[in-house]
């Protein structure tokens, strides 16, 4: 192998784009974690396609050695089963993100698959589901906007509202449209709503904050703004700014950043022998993180701590925030 | 600039420009990156572009026809999801069948096209829709796994043969049959003049409708096979598996040289083409392109490639 | 002589009666359909297709393609949202904004015009390329976030209202009125359908081709600068998926209105009235409860029935 | 091919001496890649005078022409307008100047209105502040068209317009030069009667005639009749130069065609000792055959080795029954029996399933797939014959081809040359090679002869004896009813979509032209 085991090894964040803020913030983490250990670091987007963004793993794994770590966001979840096997093949470090088979697990490829970090969409769904029956008092109809369907937080999220709604008869949810994440097709797609539904809607749930925003454009556009509650999930800026001046009510942040250094800071330790991966139990290889729950209450606090000045994070503490192990 | 270009005018050396524009590529990234010229990363080059070259081969003969096939990447992932479904019920045959529905939705794109006269970019536009409905409504909208059982079956896509990945081996043997297929037979004469001038294939008996639907049904099988394919190399099927694989392929097309509005080309230039792109796409991440850039780049070293790649003279009009 | 040009006369109306057929079936399933709200809410929603469909008709009526739709669109967007009030710099342009932002489109077409003519590249490839190249440059002048808008004047475009309808209506219709003109008052209009029905004689009638060749990218820019000026209005940011899928909606509401890929048929307000059966579509499928996951699919099967049904099949002989 | 047989007279310096020629040609020279097309090309255009042009196909006249009008630029040599050295830079700033174009292809856009074409690219003396004024544009189109006694709305669409139709508003579009302008017009007009039937003909030539006082004209035309009619002074080119300059007085057919062809004209143009008498084998029946309002009641019978040739004016009903030959327009009553079978040719496909070819009047759209190679060309319609277990037999192909070439004297460098760059005579042959190769028996043969010289029409006629003497029956439709009478064995008159007359025109028979045309109008 060409790279010397003596040279620091790459750090490498995969994400699906640069052109959204949830990864943009992912890929600034990152860039953080790289320069607190003077290592490489270098991005790949998938643009949406996996066979690009494996391409593209491969490319680095050649390119370095396989003297790297890669903190990788899969395009879909089947890609995590030829990038966990290039990564051991190559003696690469890897950790995944989001999305992967159930059937696939870190200790069956140790030690160089180190981790996998999601977050229980069903919870954070529920949890979003819950601000806005509240906010609309416990009863009244609610239209829901979701991510791509074959998506498994999509999935996820979804459940969890469909849980939130089994529970509160009086609210029914009177459509559930796909808008795939994206902001325009929700714009059109709440556009419609408002013609089928009218004065029906009092809530809209949407799986994530760029249909979230679009939403609250949509009515803003039809001068309902403010009488529709509508909360998103991500925790994006926008989202958080929205939440403050009372537009949004409610978002679950991730924190990308944290995503996109510790990714990197858990596969970097194992691969610089900060710990073995094969020795760690089973809830710190496949785990769910924290995702905190934004509403009015604490927005303008998050927004002070995380938005407003560089997030400050340990880098060491790398299980700080472990919430238990993920089940399938 | 003109200049230059008169004097590569001539026939002979014309035809190898592609190739010589690929080897300067790959020469380019190799002299900052040597690491790019080991045989390993070439041949992961290679079974990168299996996938993409596979599509792009289909629907290379849509393109010599004159027309395009925007359904191709849908079918793709259709494909995936049918062979995930079935794997583990009917083993091998499995492939067939997705095979088989490839066939059947090449037969469908071409008849709306040549029956109900509707420009293939809206047909075939309107088709993809349908198969991804498809691919949503029977995967249950969600991407499906196979088992270590099921994983035993694609065994030929995700083997090696004498240190060749299969993959590699399978888009050499669409290629020959490819080539064979549009250099000598009557299917690929008639596509090229059909592509050239219809109305003169037409008047001289030229079954066009005949020769239109077959070359749709190659184009949606030939996603199909890239679809089987994906299957293996991600041992899983999804109805978005192929997203975003339409553009790449038919820019590897045009990239090699063939005419986007048909009657001049060949399967050898889409190999090129295929190649092409993946040098660029790959070498980019190899010389450590900023991210930001990387999009602007490609679409330059695109534009740049087509500038020397295609062949003026056979082209009455640049539209 | 008169017979052949009723002919035509029917076939060019072909695709306005299958709108109307479409709007009655979705009214039969739900009247909230033909509400003067739902109307509104159409409107909004075709006034971004018409603007970037008024563009690629021009490009499709020489017998070219543009596919820097998005790429166009989203800079524009994107560089709008830098220059007006916003939430991330103190720029505060205004409508001077709004005209570098035109300028920016403008540029935009004119590289693409000028490359596709001088190096005779098909424009396929050529937009292709500048779709990459613009959606790069927006997401590197904004290193992957959103910047909210906050300048009244863009923001009132979507939500204030003349007449009951948002100003963008409004803009989306004079840019209508500004294409009908070029189309049917200038020369540029008249040579760019000369383009499309034959380029070589177009030529010997002393056509410049290459000149209106240039000119009609540019002014497809122009009108994708439009659109990302509205796109940007609408959401109230510019990112750089601000763009994402319009191009196949444009192109297929330019083909659905019966302008031929071919070139040289055809005509802006045809693109209207595709533009409004691809809109109309779409909201009627939520209308009528159409389960999302078959959506995509039903709407492929309409657009099919469209075509077909609005398709002049003795003047396209060839249908490619 | 040979040199230049003889230089320019040198009458030509003592007439320029007299008055400045209205246009000239100084040692013009004109390379095209591979063809030398105009070699030290030296000519002049003296005021109200109609020079002929006349030459073999490909001997450069078009090119000479397109000089002429801007459209190429010479690579040497000079042009010299009123005797001023001039250039051209564009189709545009010729007519800037007074030099308008008819062209030899068809050049209407047929997606735009008769009016739009006539000022197309012209537009500017009817636009204001960017804005045309469509009215102003469509009446002074009015008046363009009067002047050639064309009665079409100017608002129809050209494609609504039939070919004799279009040739006419083609010559008016350059005549709207006559308005925009200023001083003396040169006129170019490049075989602008081989579309035109007589009567039309007669229209054009009153017309250049008339103009006279104000603009002179070139006019080309393979028709030698033609030219000695009408013009005051020719030239012959061949091979790219001027070979002779003569006073049409004093010239004949005869004489030009020595001078073009280098070879005498034979007696026997239609090589009428050639014509054999038919057998009594039917190849082709038609029986009461009848197509909506386009032809009704068409009975005949076809023989092998027969040319039943068909006369008849625009609107007979003549074209729509050789499309129905052909397979494109299927018949809806009355019976058609190829060989015996009762057949409806639904496509071109099941024509040729029957054994029949169709030569098309339009070779550059239907006949040819100008993008390909001569030899692809000539195998396209019998490529099941070259293939072997679904392979094409490419040597054999190349064989085929090579003999097709040979037999048929086809002047191309080779047979991979694309179709595209052959001249329009050797583009013919490589149609009828390609029927010949599939071995079809009946001959659809629209305008065979269209735009080909004297020499290349010799040398069809002669293969059409040829194939009709090995038994291929040959169904004609000519430009002229000279070539109709002078090839065929029987010869049909139609009108309204009727037989009016039909007559023997075997040798030693041989109708009159005028009888004909008292049937057919
Ligand atoms: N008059 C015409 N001139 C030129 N092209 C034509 C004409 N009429 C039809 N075509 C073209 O030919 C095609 C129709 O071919 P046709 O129907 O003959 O095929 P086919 O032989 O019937 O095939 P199949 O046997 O599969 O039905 C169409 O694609 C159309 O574009
Ligand atoms: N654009 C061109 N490119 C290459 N060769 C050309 C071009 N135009 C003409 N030629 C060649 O130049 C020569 C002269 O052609 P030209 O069209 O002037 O002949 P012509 O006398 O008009 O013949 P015809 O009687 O058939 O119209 C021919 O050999 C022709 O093939
Ligand atoms: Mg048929
Ligand atoms: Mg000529």
């Not at chain 1, 939130?164 to 929700?186: F, G, I």
């Not at chain 2, 083993?91 to 008849?111: C, E, Q, R, T």
């Not at chain 2, 909208?141 to 083997?159: D, K, N, P, V």
Request: net charge neutral; proline share 4%; charged share 15%.
């Amino acid at each position: 192998r060409r790279a010397f085991a003596a040279d620091k090894p790459t750090v490498v964040n995969s994400i699906r784009s640069l052109s959204n803020p949830y990864h943009a913030t992912w890929n600034k983490g990152g860039a953080a974690f790289a320069k607190s250990v003077g290592a490489d670091y270098v991005t790949l987007v998938t643009e949406g396609n996996s066979e690009k963004g494996i391409a593209d793993i491969k490319a680095i794994l050649a390119k370095t050695g396989g003297n790297c770590v890669i903190n990788v966001d899969p395009n879909d979840s089947p890609d995590a089963r030829p990038i966990v096997e290039a990564a051991k093949a190559a003696g690469a470090y890897v950790v995944t993100q989001w999305n992967k088979p159930a059937d696939l697990h870190p200790w069956d490829f140790d030690p160089n698959y180190v981790a996998h970090i999601s977050f229980s969409g069903v919870p954070y769904g529920k949890a979003m589901a819950e601000t806005l029956i509240k906010k609309i008092g416990g009863k009244g109809g609610i239209v829901a906007l979701g991510g791509i369907e074959s998506n498994v937080p999509a999935i996820e999220r979804k459940k969890g509202l469909e849980e939130a709604l089994a529970a509160n008869p009086d609210v029914k949810l009177l459509d559930y449209q796909v808008a795939n994440w994206s902001a325009t097709e929700a714009l059109e797609k709440t556009n419609a709503w408002l013609t089928q539904f009218g004065d029906q809607i009092n809530a809209i749930w949407a799986a994530n904050d760029d249909m979230a925003l679009a939403a609250v454009e949509a009515l803003r556009a039809d001068g309902r703004a403010g009488k529709v509650a509508v909360t998103g999930i991500d925790g994006i800026q926008l989202a958080v700014e929205a939440i403050q001046k009372g537009e949004l009510a409610g978002t679950v942040a991730w924190d990308p950043y944290w995503q996109g250094g510790m990714g990197l800071s858990i596969g970097y330790q194992a691969k610089t022998g900060g710990f073995d991966p094969s020795k760690e139990p089973k809830d710190h290889r496949e785990f769910y993180g924290k995702g905190v729950i934004i509403t009015a209450d604490n927005a303008n606090a998050f927004y002070e701590e995380n938005i407003a000045s560089e997030p400050k994070m340990d880098w060491n503490d790398i299980w700080g925030r472990v919430t238990g192990q993920i089940q399938y | 600039m003109n200049t230059m270009l008169d004097t590569l005018r001539s026939d002979g050396v014309r035809q190898w420009l592609p190739l010589v524009t690929l080897v300067i590529l790959v020469i380019l990234v190799g002299t900052f990156q040597p690491a790019f010229l080991d045989v390993n990363t070439l041949l992961q080059l290679a079974s990168d572009t299996a996938v993409l070259f596979i599509l792009a081969t289909g629907v290379t003969f849509v393109i010599m026809l004159g027309g395009i096939d925007l359904s191709i990447q849908s079918m793709a992932s259709l494909s995936s999801v049918v062979v995930a479904l079935t794997l583990a019920r009917y083993g091998y045959a499995a492939f067939v069948f997705a095979f088989g529905l490839g066939v059947l939705a090449g037969l469908l794109s071409g008849i709306a096209h040549v029956r109900l006269r509707i420009p293939s970019f809206i047909a075939t536009l309107a088709m993809g829709g349908v198969l991804y409905s498809a691919a949503l409504v029977t995967s249950r909208e969600r991407s499906i796994t196979l088992g270590e059982s099921e994983r035993a079956y694609l065994g030929w896509i995700t083997g090696t043969l004498f240190g060749i990945p299969n993959v590699v081996i399978i888009a050499l043997i669409v290629l020959a049959i490819a080539h064979v297929l549009q250099s000598r037979t009557p299917f690929g004469r008639y596509s090229a003049a059909i592509g050239a001038g219809e109305p003169a294939a037409y008047a001289s008996g030229v079954k066009v409708d005949r020769q239109k639907i077959f070359a749709f049904v190659l184009s949606a099988s030939c996603a199909a096979l890239a679809g089987i394919v994906l299957v293996g190399r991600l041992a899983s099927g999804s109805p978005t598996l192929a997203s975003e694989l339409l553009l790449p392929s038919i820019a590897a097309v045009v990239v090699g040289g063939t005419s986007i509005t048909g009657g001049v080309g060949s399967i050898w230039r889409t190999l090129v083409g295929a190649l092409i792109i993946s040098v660029v796409r790959i070498g980019m991440t190899f010389l450590g392109v900023n991210i930001f850039a990387q999009n602007i780049v490609f679409g330059v070293v695109l534009v740049a490639a087509v500038a020397i790649t295609i062949d003026r003279s056979k082209i009455p009009i640049v539209k | 002589m008169p017979a052949a040009r009723r002919r035509w006369r029917i076939a060019s109306w072909a695709p306005l009666i299958v709108l109307v057929l479409l709007c009655g079936i979705i009214t039969l399933i739900n009247p909230n359909f033909l509400t003067f709200g739902n109307l509104v809410r159409i409107s909004q929603a075709a006034m971004i297709p018409l603007v970037l469909g008024m563009g690629a008709t021009f490009i499709i009526l020489m017998g070219s393609i543009d596919l820097s739709v998005e790429g166009g669109l989203t800079l524009s967007a994107v560089i709008l949202s830098m220059l007006v009030i916003n939430g991330a710099n103190e720029n505060a342009f205004g409508l001077f904004g709004v005209l570098i932002v035109l300028l920016v489109g403008a540029g935009v077409g004119f590289t693409n015009g000028v490359i596709h003519v001088r190096l005779k590249i098909p424009s396929f490839m050529v937009t292709l390329g500048m779709w990459f190249v613009g959606v790069g440059a927006a997401n590197a002048l904004l290193g992957g976030m959103a910047i909210r808008i906050n300048d009244p004047m863009i923001r009132g475009l979507a939500i204030e209202r003349f007449l009951g309808f948002p100003w963008g209506v409004w803009v989306a219709l004079g840019c209508l009125l500004v294409a009908l003109v070029i189309q049917n008052y200038t020369r540029l209009g008249r040579y760019i359908y000369a383009l499309g029905g034959g380029e070589e004689l177009a030529a010997l009638s002393g056509i410049p081709v290459g000149r209106v060749r240039i000119l009609a990218f540019t002014l497809a820019g122009v009108f994708y600068a439009v659109g990302g000026v509205l796109a940007a209005a609408q959401l109230g940011l510019g990112n750089a998926q601000i763009g994402t899928g319009r191009l196949f909606t444009t192109i297929t509401a330019v083909v659905v209105g019966g302008t031929a890929l071919s070139g040289g048929q055809g005509s802006v307000l045809q693109t209207l009235v595709g533009v409004l059966i691809v809109v109309v579509l779409a909201n009627g499928m939520v209308l009528m409860g159409v389960p999302p996951s078959v959506q995509i699919g039903v709407q492929g099967l309409m657009i099919i029935a469209a075509v077909a049904l609005s398709i002049d099949r003795k003047r396209m002989r060839i249908v490619k | 091919m040979s040199a230049p047989l003889t230089p320019a007279p040198s009458a030509t310096a003592t007439a320029t001496a007299a008055s400045p020629p209205a246009l000239a040609l100084v040692h013009v020279d004109k390379r095209f890649p591979g063809v030398h097309a105009l070699k030290d090309v030296s000519i002049e255009i003296r005021p109200g005078e109609v020079v002929g042009l006349v030459g073999e196909n490909g001997a450069g006249k078009s090119t000479l022409m397109k000089i002429l009008s801007g459209v190429y630029q010479p690579d040497s040599g000079d042009i010299l307008l009123d005797g001023r050295k001039t250039r051209f830079v564009s189709a545009s700033d010729a007519m800037s100047q007074g030099i308008g174009m008819v062209f030899q292809e068809q050049s209407l856009l047929t997606n735009l209105t008769v009016g739009e074409n006539i000022y197309l690219g012209n537009e500017k003396q009817f636009t204001r502040f960017g804005i045309v004024d469509w009215r102003a544009l469509y009446a002074a189109a009015s008046r363009q068209l009067a002047k050639v006694q064309i009665d079409a709305d100017p608002r129809t669409r050209a494609d609504d317009l039939d070919f004799a139709a279009r040739q006419m508003v083609e010559l008016a579009k350059a005549l709207t030069l006559e308005e925009n302008a200023p001083g003396h017009l040169v006129i170019l007009l490049d075989e602008p009667t081989s579309v035109l039937e007589r009567a039309e003909i007669d229209i054009l030539f009153a017309r250049v005639r008339a103009l006279r006082a104000r603009a002179s004209f070139i006019f080309v035309s393979h028709r030698l009749d033609e030219v000695l009619e009408l013009s005051d002074r020719i030239y012959v080119m061949k091979d790219g130069a001027v070979v002779a300059e003569l006073a049409a007085a004093e010239a004949d057919v005869t004489q030009l065609h020595h001078l073009m062809v280098g070879r005498s004209l034979q007696a026997e143009y239609y090589r009428e000792p050639l014509q054999q008498s038919y057998r009594d084998e039917v190849v082709l029946e038609l029986d009461g055959l009848r197509l909506g309002g386009a032809y009704r009641d068409i009975s005949f019978k076809l023989h092998a080795g027969e040319i039943l040739g068909i006369a008849g004016v625009v609107g007979s009903g003549r074209e729509e029954l050789t499309r129905t030959l052909a397979g494109f327009a299927p018949h809806d009553g009355g019976r058609l029996l190829a060989h015996g079978h009762e057949v409806r040719l639904r496509t071109p496909a099941e024509a040729v399933d029957v054994g029949v070819g169709y030569v098309p009047r339009e070779r550059r759209v239907e006949g040819l797939v100008l993008f390909l190679p001569v030899a692809a060309n000539i195998t396209l319609a019998d490529l099941g014959g070259l293939t072997r277990a679904g392979l094409i037999d490419t040597r054999e192909e190349r064989r085929l081809a090579e003999d097709w070439v040979k037999r048929l004297k086809v002047r191309t460098p080779g047979i991979n040359t694309l179709c595209l760059n052959l001249s329009g005579g050797n583009q013919q042959k490589v149609v009828l090679a390609k029927w010949l190769n599939a071995q079809s028996r009946i001959l659809i043969l629209d305008h065979p002869t269209r735009g080909l010289d004297v020499g290349a029409k010799e040398e069809v006629y002669e293969l059409i004896r040829a194939v009709t003497a090995e038994g291929v029956a040959v169904i004609l439709t000519s430009d002229t009813l000279e070539e109709t009478i002078g090839l065929s064995h029987t010869v049909l008159v139609m009108r309204d979509g009727a037989i009016t007359h039909r007559t023997d025109a075997s040798p030693g028979h041989k109708p009159k032209q005028v009888d004909l045309i008292g049937h057919m109008v």
